[in-house]
């Protein structure tokens, strides 16, 4: 899992409530037997004209230009900004992988689904809770200021705009030790791979038949 | 202080740390590894830029997605675009990383729980997991198996090790001997439905007493691995001299002195007699008959005798409406008796019933004998190609094609349909598999778990009959 620190980056708005799992990422394309390269089909009914198909090179089609991710100004974008209730609906691991896939590090919102904001965590992804008023406001600046930019400060649990001002957010000590040193469940217990060395070794003199197989 | 049971005796010498949440962390000996379970695991590991932790624990090979008749086309001539796929990415991911796989068409390839026993990957005294939850099959070898899920492939693959709870403790004791004609699955099938699919929810289950004693190590894996079935994510049967027996001269078993070594550390592995149950449940093995189920769940079995059971006779309102929607979805009426049910198809195989024991007692009940004219189809599929040379060689396929039943080619086949073979709506199939779910052999299919040959008996018949009484005709 990357590191998540602090991270500087260009704000797309998404203006809609409720955008649910299925919006971020299609049924059709979960069939697949990876957790990457689902970048190209986020959103892909809001970004695209046509229907996507797995297995399809989505550079060729044709683009909805209203689209957020779509404007130019947007480009190369790694913070959105959001509505409430982001990442309703089905559980799908899915969503997050391709939020990540597509270069997202942090999505801030009045508030998330539980399973998407949870799963968010597990690969990466900070998602971050702002009252409705700061919201507002961020989405004010974003469209009133080309290139306008974020940075996240994760150690010191703030959003902070261009002029210095800070916006406080929670977040969970355990969550945030996990973000900060990059750690995911293997990741942590990776930590104690010298416990593990140690037991290996043990078992080596114990039962030696376990480390000579495969003959 | 009491003793320890064998569950306890296991947990203790995998435990590599206690966290302070509970939680421990468990070292893995056994990693077998199939097709649907792994990619997105692969996949990860790619993505993170990490390694196996130890190459030579892993063993894999495709199972539930391979078709069952004609492979001479290889991967490429898998007709579903979803299956060849995935099958393929065992193989690239496989190769990739080193690991060892019996691809499609080795001769060891076969449902993964009959692989790994047959090779001795599975030993006693090891843990072994799978992302498949009839894992605790290999429990039958005093080895301390369970399933897990993708993320958690990807951990054992990472790290070696899996984060865990410990379990409660759990007897089922089968005392006495089994009645003629009775076998192993009938014995499973009737601790289920005393027990109850969630009578063993949150313990390890071991099994004991005199009537496994006497089993076979086939058969004990035919117990073991419906543990789940009964609620449990483990199954255990203690090691004797039928377990060293079993294991030794197989391919991956210890040689020479390690051999020696290791078989003194296996007779360790037992319950100690005062050790501490937090459940026990003593069954009579002369009381248990063949077992047929009716509803849409391993609990809802009765013995052949009987009858499928009258919802108005229920205790509660609760119970009486489980009834009621499972008759419905089995298309079968109160009070019916069991030997009234007419099959549309009988399928002989599965991670249960598919290993050498199991055909031997089917083709026994169909030697001579032919499927009865309204039964649409009948198939044979071994475990593994191991298994189907063993029972070309001893010319049980001749006796099964010669009473009209397929022989086909080793896998999961009909026990889940996510190959071709499946059953149309509506269709009642007798099956040596473990799970008779709501559309689990195909959309709209009907299936009643039974024996071997409890399913060879009714392929003849073409309904439920009494293989006691048959085998004697
Ligand atoms: S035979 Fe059935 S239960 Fe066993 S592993 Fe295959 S699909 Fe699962």
């Given at each position: 899992m990357k590191k998540f620190t602090e991270h500087q980056g260009i704000v797309a708005p998404l203006d809609r409530a409720n955008v649910d799992t299925d919006m971020i990422i299609p049924k059709q394309f979960l069939k697949s037997i990876k957790r990457s390269?689902?970048?190209?089909?986020?959103?892909?009914?809001?970004r695209y004209l046509d229907e996507g198909q797995p297995d399809q090179d989505s550079s060729k089609r044709p683009l909805n230009p209203d689209f957020v991710l779509n404007i130019p100004r947007y480009k190369g974008c790694s913070i959105l900004l959001a509505r409430r209730n982001f990442g309703c609906g089905s559980s799908r691991e899915h969503a997050p992988w391709a939020l990540e896939d597509f270069g997202i590090r942090a999505v801030i919102a009045p508030s998330f689904a539980d399973i998407f904001y949870n799963n968010c965590f597990k690969n990466g992804l900070l998602p971050i809770?702002?009252?409705?008023?700061?919201?507002?406001?961020?989405?004010?600046?974003?469209?009133?200021?080309?290139?306008?930019?974020?940075t996240i400060d994760l150690p010191g649990q703030a959003v902070v705009k261009a002029d210095g001002t800070r916006l406080p957010f929670e977040v969970d000590e355990f969550r945030k030790h996990?973000?900060?040193?990059?750690?995911?469940?293997?990741?942590?217990?990776?930590?104690?791979?010298?416990?593990?060395?140690?037991?290996?070794?043990?078992?080596?003199?114990?039962?030696?038949?376990?480390?000579?197989?495969?003959? | 202080m009491a003793g320890k049971t064998l569950y306890d005796k296991l947990w203790d010498t995998h435990l590599v740390r206690a966290n302070e949440d509970g939680s421990a962390l468990i070292y893995i000996d056994r990693h077998l590894l199939h097709e649907v379970t792994s990619p997105q695991a692969f996949e990860g590991l790619r993505l993170a830029g990490r390694k196996p932790w130890?190459?030579?624990t892993n063993l894999a090979t495709p199972d539930h997605n391979v078709p069952t008749t004609d492979r001479s086309s290889g991967?490429?001539?898998i007709v579903d675009p979803v299956s060849r796929i995935q099958?393929?990415?065992?193989?690239?991911?496989?190769?990739?990383?080193?690991?060892v796989e019996f691809k499609m068409n080795d001769l060891r390839q076969g449902i993964v729980h009959v692989v790994g026993p047959e090779q001795g990957a599975t030993l006693p005294g090891m843990t072994v997991v799978c992302g498949d939850s009839h894992t605790a099959t290999h429990g039958a070898f005093g080895a301390?198996?369970?399933?897990?899920?993708?993320?958690?492939v990807e951990h054992v693959l990472a790290t070696q090790c899996l984060i865990t709870k410990k379990m409660k403790n759990m007897l089922v004791r089968v005392d006495g001997k089994l009645g003629a004609g009775v076998t192993a699955k009938d014995v499973v099938l009737h601790v289920i439905g005393v027990i109850g699919t969630a009578g063993g929810t949150g313990c390890a289950i071991e099994f004991g007493g005199e009537v496994i004693r006497n089993l076979s190590m086939e058969g004990r894996m035919t117990i073991c691995n419906m543990a789940i079935e009964a609620g449990a994510r483990v199954g255990l049967v203690a090691v004797d001299q039928t377990t060293i027996d079993y294991v030794k001269g197989r391919p991956y078993a210890p040689k020479a002195d390690l051999w020696e070594q290791a078989v003194t550390s296996w007779r360790e592995l037992v319950s100690d007699e005062d050790a501490y149950f937090d459940q026990v449940v003593v069954i009579k093995g002369e009381e248990i008959e063949p077992q047929v189920t009716w509803g849409t769940s391993p609990e809802m079995v009765v013995a052949i005798g009987g009858q499928v059971p009258d919802p108005a006779q229920a205790d509660d309102a609760g119970k009486r409406e489980g009834i009621e929607r499972a008759l419905k979805y089995m298309g079968l009426q109160p009070n019916q008796s069991i030997q009234s049910i007419k099959l549309d198809r009988v399928f002989i195989g599965s991670c249960t019933n598919s290993r050498i024991e199991d055909l031997r007692e089917a083709a026994a009940v169909v030697k001579g004998r032919k499927v009865a004219s309204s039964v649409k189809q009948a198939m044979v599929v071994p475990g593994s190609g191991l298994v189907k040379a063993q029972a070309e060689a001893e010319g049980l396929d001749k006796v099964f094609i010669e009473a009209g039943l397929e022989w086909r080619e080793p896998g999961c086949s009909m026990c889940l349909a996510m190959n071709p073979d499946k059953l149309e709506a509506g269709e009642h199939c007798a099956s040596t598999s473990n799970r008779n779910f709501e559309g689990r052999q195909g959309f709209g299919g009907r299936t009643h778990l039974v024996s071997p040959a409890m399913a060879a008996a009714a392929a003849v018949a073409g309904h439920f009959v009494d293989v006691r009484e048959f085998a004697a005709q």
């Open positions: 390269g689902f970048g190209p089909n986020l959103f892909d009914e809001l809770v702002l009252d409705e008023a700061s919201v507002d406001q961020l989405f004010a600046e974003v469209e009133a200021n080309e290139g306008y930019q974020l996990c973000l900060l040193n990059g750690l995911d469940d293997i990741g942590l217990t990776l930590q104690f791979a010298d416990d593990i060395s140690v037991y290996e070794q043990r078992r080596r003199q114990e039962a030696p038949w376990l480390f000579a197989q495969n003959s | 130890r190459l030579d991967v490429e001539g099958v393929k990415t065992l193989d690239d991911n496989c190769d990739a990383f080193g690991i301390l198996a369970h399933g897990i899920g993708t993320s958690e």
